[in-house]
């Protein structure tokens, strides 16, 4: 299978360079606001209409905490964006069931719901049938705290390949991101991963920082080799 690129983008102008430079998923988040920091409705409202579903889009609703009642009207409110994907972060506390068994309507009803899992944080196997179970798309595993290095520091492969295996063997997405570098796709894709997410090594190094038009470019190219935009053709700018 071909994995894919998922690139987390901060404003339109991010979303646009992301989407014409041929990444697989535009994934709308504000990195200054937690590891699945939220932009506002209107923001990504606006990205879905401008980008006209050039690319699919993904958008997290922000490090919220995990109550049925809080997170089940922030999934509704995101969705009705028309985003392709909602992303919900499974934060350390609250009540997991709950949220899962407040979400399953929505699924049932056609949003396409995204969990994401952190790999510097205890996880336990039967959360992915849980989702299963609960109509979620797929699964993602990430990082919450980006200062203790990447995804492949932080986990073996043998606990990432598990992961993977497992997401697949119940039909859901499977997702790998966190702080994930250039280095780290060649490690990653023999494992077979529906798409590796990125947003420092985008920015060359600081997820903070803007989008660099290079970068992308690079990471692109060593991630698909066999796709190609020419740099020149890129929206370099992203004022």
Not at 74 to 97: C, E, N, Q, S
Not at 114 to 129: S, T
Not at 213 to 220: G, P, Q
Request: net charge negative; glycine share 12%.
């Amino acid at each position: 299978m071909i994995t894919g690129m998922l690139a987390s983008v901060a404003n339109l102008a991010e979303a646009r360079l992301a989407a014409a430079g041929g990444a697989d998923i535009v994934d709308l988040k504000n990195p200054v606001a937690g590891a699945l920091g939220a932009l506002p409705i209107a923001d990504v409202a606006t990205i879905v209409r401008v980008l006209g579903g050039m690319r699919p889009i993904s958008a997290t609703v922000g490090d919220l905490p995990m109550a049925p009642g809080v997170v089940a009207p922030a999934i509704a409110a995101m969705a009705a964006t028309g985003v392709d994907y909602v992303k919900l972060g499974f934060f350390p506390g609250g009540d997991w069931p709950g949220v899962t068994d407040s979400l399953r309507p929505l699924a049932l009803s056609g949003i396409r719901l995204i969990g994401v899992f952190f790999a510097d944080q205890p996880l336990e196997r039967h959360w992915l049938d849980r989702l299963a179970d609960a109509g979620f798309t797929g699964a993602m595993l990430d990082t919450a705290d980006k200062q203790r290095g990447s995804l492949t520091r932080l986990r073996d492969l043998d606990f990432l390949r598990d992961f993977v295996d497992a997401s697949r063997s119940l039909g859901l997405l499977c997702g790998l991101a966190g702080s994930l570098r250039a280095e780290d796709i060649e490690t990653l894709l023999p494992l077979g991963a529906d798409y590796l997410g990125f947003r420092g090594a985008l920015c060359g190094g600081r997820r903070t920082d803007a989008l660099d038009a290079a970068a992308f470019s690079a990471l692109r190219d060593r991630l698909r080799p066999a796709f190609r935009v020419p740099f020149e053709d890129l929206p370099c700018s992203i004022d």
